[in-house]
């Protein structure tokens, strides 16, 4: 009877160097907009996962992968390849570079709906392809209900973010203005259009930063660095993408707390429903916020 390793605490040295300077490329992409840093940063951390594979610490590096984790990213039948840190950040490098091939400003017009499906589109699928196909380690994957049947706990906290958004988004993006940094909507196409966009973007949200980096990440770190380690590059995502002023403050904890309920519930169903419920309420305070009789349902809007 094979056990599951115990689980690892520690973060040794070059794994993390390797890995912080490769997520690090997110804010040198999304926040400060500097492509040269972004790409330096992108190249150096692969470089380190490179010596850290080859030379710096040797296998021990790398987490082995527990049965459950086989079961979650691979599929039942399946046998990944062992860990390689530098084919699990290249994954991320490679959808951090397509992502930052388009500017992240929020609109509404066609081609920038095209534009942001196509960029944000191929950011999952070409790393998930590349993981399939090409390295043949599974490295990421869409466990769409892995974890089973919602329980109380699932269905308390789904009624919790209700409440923390409705009483913490208007306060949020009207009172800072940022909501500013999303087109006017002034007309049902344009309603309709922010709707579909904030939506999908949403679902992007959890099968990139969630499945693609935290799940690459997850392969060689505790859940705890892990997990840090993708809140940088989803915060720096949404950075960009209009949440500004003192947005890091809902952003940051969103981002945490969605990675650590992906990892008890297995169930990226559940993290979807948790992100598009608070999105409805983003969607709903922004077309408050440029046209105040409507969704007037925020006590505290101002």
């Known amino acids: 009877m094979v056990t599951a390793p115990p689980i690892k ?3 040794k040295p070059w794994p993390a160097i390797a890995a912080l300077l490769t997520v690090l490329a997110a804010p040198a992409f999304f926040v400060f907009e500097d492509v040269f840093a972004g790409v330096l940063l992108l190249v150096l951390g692969l470089a380190a996962a490179g010596y850290s594979d080859r030379g710096g610490c040797g296998a021990a590096c790398s987490l082995p992968l527990t049965r459950d984790e086989r079961r979650l990213w691979a599929g039942r039948d399946s046998a990944p390849r062992p860990p390689s840190l530098l084919r699990d ?19 509404l017009d066609n081609w920038a709906m095209v534009r942001f499906t196509l960029a944000l589109g191929g950011a999952v699928f070409v790393p998930y392809l590349v993981s399939r196909f090409i390295y043949r ?55 309709a259009r922010l709707f579909v966009g904030v939506g999908a973007v949403g679902i992007w949200d ?8 935290f799940a690459a990440l997850l392969r060689h770190f505790p859940m705890w660095a ?11 995502f949404l950075w960009e993408l ?6 890091p403050l809902l952003t940051i904890p969103f981002a945490l707390v969605q990675g650590y309920i992906f990892v008890r519930t297995r169930s990226l ?20 916020a440029h ?12």
């Open 9 to 11: 605490l520690t973060v």
């Open 226 to 236: 892990a997990n840090i380690l993708q809140a940088i590059v989803f915060v720096s």
């Open 291 to 302: 046209n105040p009789a409507m969704f007037d349902w925020f006590p505290l809007a101002g």
């Open 242 to 247: 209009g949440y500004r002023s003192w947005g």
């Open 206 to 213: 959890e099968l990139f930063f969630i499945c693609t980096v």
């Open 89 to 107: 950040l290249s994954l991320i490098a490679l959808g951090l570079g397509i992502i930052r091939l388009i500017p992240l400003a929020a609109q």
């Open 269 to 288: 169903a559940y993290v979807v429903t948790v992100h598009l419920i608070f999105d409805a309420i983003v969607f709903a305070v922004l077309v408050h």
């Open 137 to 191: 380690d599974r490295a990421t994957g869409f466990p769409w209900r892995g974890g089973g049947r919602w329980g109380r706990l699932h269905w308390t906290w789904l009624v919790a973010v209700i409440v923390l958004a409705w009483l913490l988004l208007p306060v949020y993006f009207m009172g800072s203005g940022v909501y500013q940094n999303w087109p006017a909507v002034d007309s049902p196409e344009q309603i």
